[in-house]
């Protein structure tokens, strides 16, 4: 198949990372580690290094988080959240929450939510991030499965947790309620944050649970992924190489934290590399994310392609009129991403768009296309220093370049999780011959870069040549009538499998048997003849997670009138 070959040079002159291969030839954890206060010790805690040391180190007056969401307007030193985050503890323990113990947060995107993450670490308590967008089912089967002993939310959202089927859930913690009923094991936020904000910190050890972050769920039943407090090393990492963080950044990860990308690159990456961050409550608006990058002057910005498709697809009226120039560097994560999209951003912010792999498991940035290196579009680019990264076979040999097969990992790296809650099955599932098994197939070029191809489960057989659901989609996104694509393979007598796309359009354009034609000649001379979906169905929307992915398993079971599944993280 013709892999794009576009590649953009520019770099990022004064990058943290100056030399790719010198910085992996010459890499070591231990010098890593040595920037930690807790190196050549047992113990540690991540709440420790991102804050109180920033305010033990003469930062306390500085900037951690900018907060605004259409009513709000705040900003909070490493001082006060500190202090909050130690209050909130405090509480906590009165609550007899111990370490280990698991604190779940379902609150809309607000300062709260950190300040009870990080109250809830601060005690070696491990934390659970939800989004508020859960319903129900949702919310109980997380809170369930790992028996959750208190859970901070709003009364708005209270209706969504179903106490009477959650007898290990003792404590309801209501933000922004004047009164609690205690008899519903309620109590407010503002009783417990009734406390002393003296700085204290539980050091545990490092390999302690630190977070539990549930899967996205574009495959199947999500699962709870636990992360260490060690894992800071590798957020860390990312910060200062993929990321670039610097302190003079202002930083903004338009993710929300119930997503791993949201805690992982939202908060522990930027506040470890003492950058300030910007967060955002309220859904999605073109005006008013092109309106925050311009209040706060946005420095570096992380989104995902989703919705950088959907700015693209709000035209470039509305981001001409923003002042857009403070951008420096912009990455995206959490699907693949189109060379169209990175093509966009150099139109729009005249910077490139930086692509990450990686899952909610490897807790952190594992394949990046580097500021130090150029980019070849279409490609994920190459593995964090530091990380073994490589494609192997079905028992677990390595392959040749531009073979496809698994994306692999050698463990262990720091961000890796130390296990799938109640589930010890499911995770020895991801290891084979050594490796850790991503479930992604890719292949890598002789150049060393990553390309994605897609879900082991999406990979289309048709007439015995592999196709990948991503390159199709890509190329269909290049169409002029196509806004957004989800290709799927659906059985055929004679081919195995033919391609299938599931298409929305553009603004101003109607769906007709000449169009899906024309779409269908595009791809078969773009791409390959085998490519070219055989079927293609006009959608008003595609069904997406949560956060943002396409579920291509719910268009094919409901493509094979099959059972959709776990779907507790779908998009309405
Ligand atoms: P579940 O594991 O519950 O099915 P999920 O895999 O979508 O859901 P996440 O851990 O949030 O849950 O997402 C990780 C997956 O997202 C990766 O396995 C990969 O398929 C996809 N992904 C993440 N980043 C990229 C990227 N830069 N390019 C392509 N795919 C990506
Ligand atoms: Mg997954």
Not at 327 to 345: D, T, V
Not at 359 to 372: D, K, L, R, W, Y
Not at 467 to 496: C, T
Request: charged share 25%; with cysteine.
């Amino acid at each position: 198949m013709k892999k794009s070959t576009e590649v953009i040079t520019r770099t990022i002159e004064d990058a943290n990372m100056q030399q790719y291969d010198e910085a992996v030839s010459n890499f070591q954890w231990e010098t890593v580690e040595k920037g930690f206060s807790w190196y050549g010790q047992e113990k540690c805690n991540i709440v420790y290094e991102a804050i109180d040391r920033k305010c033990e180190e003469g930062h306390a007056g500085e900037i951690a988080l900018y907060f605004c969401d259409g009513t709000r307007d705040e900003q909070y030193t490493y001082e006060k959240l500190q202090k909050l985050s130690c209050r909130f503890a405090r509480g906590l323990q009165n609550l007899n929450v111990e370490k280990g113990d698991r604190v779940f947060i379902f609150l809309p995107r607000t300062p709260e939510y950190y300040v009870a993450l990080l109250g809830a670490i601060r005690i070696g308590a491990i934390g659970g991030p939800l989004f508020e967008a859960f319903m129900e089912k949702a919310v109980k089967d997380r809170l369930e499965d790992s028996d959750a002993k208190v859970v901070v939310t709003t009364k708005e959202l209270l209706s969504r947790i179903p106490l009477h089927e959650l007898p290990e859930l003792k404590h309801v913690i209501l933000v922004g309620a004047d009164e609690a009923d205690p008899g519903k094991r309620q109590v407010t936020y503002q009783e417990i944050m009734r406390q002393d904000d003296s700085p204290f910190v539980e050091l545990v050890s490092k390999d302690d649970g630190m977070m539990i972050h549930y899967t996205s769920g574009s495959t199947g039943k999500p699962k709870g992924v636990l992360l260490s407090h060690y894992a800071m090393v590798h957020m860390y990492l990312s910060g200062k190489y993929a990321y670039d963080l610097r302190p003079d950044d202002i930083y903004w990860c338009v993710a929300d934290p119930g997503w791993i990308t949201g805690t992982s690159a939202g908060m522990w990456a930027p506040w470890l590399n003492s950058t300030p961050v910007v967060m955002r409550g309220g859904r999605f608006n073109p005006e008013e994310w092109y309106a925050t990058i311009q209040k706060y002057k946005v420095t570096v910005w992380f989104s995902a392609p989703t919705a950088f498709r959907m700015l693209m697809a709000s035209g470039a009226e509305i981001s001409k009129s923003y002042d857009l120039s403070s951008l420096r560097h912009i990455l995206s994560a959490g699907e693949p991403l189109n060379p169209e999209i990175i093509k966009w951003g150099v139109d729009t912010f005249d910077i490139p768009i930086y692509d990450n792999w990686w899952m909610t498991e490897t807790g952190s940035t594992i394949v990046a296309n580097f500021p130090a290196l150029p980019i070849k579009l279409g490609s994920m680019g190459k593995p964090l220093p530091g990380i073994h990264v490589d494609i192997v076979d079905h028992i677990g040999q390595p392959m040749e370049p531009n073979e496809l097969g698994n994306l692999a990992i050698k463990p262990k790296w720091p961000g890796m999780m130390r296990m799938i809650w109640n589930n010890p099955k499911k995770y020895n599932d991801y290891f084979l011959n050594g490796w850790y098994i991503s479930g992604d197939s890719a292949y890598k070029d002789e150049d060393g870069y990553f390309w994605f191809e897609g879900r082991i489960d999406d990979v289309i057989n048709t007439m015995g040549e592999r196709v990948g659901p991503f390159e199709v989609e890509s190329k269909l996104v290049e169409h002029p009538a196509v806004a957004e694509a989800g290709v799927i393979g659906v059985p055929d007598p004679i081919r195995g499998e033919v391609v299938k796309a599931y298409i929305t359009l553009r603004q101003g354009f109607k769906e007709s048997d000449e169009l899906k034609e024309d779409i269908m000649n595009f791809i078969r001379e773009k791409l390959a003849a085998h490519a070219r979906p055989r079927i293609i169905e006009v959608r008003d929307k595609l069904p997406k997670t949560r956060s943002g992915k396409i579920m291509r398993r719910v268009l094919k079971a409901r493509e094979l009138n099959m059972p959709t599944g776990d779907v507790s993280t779908i998009d309405d």
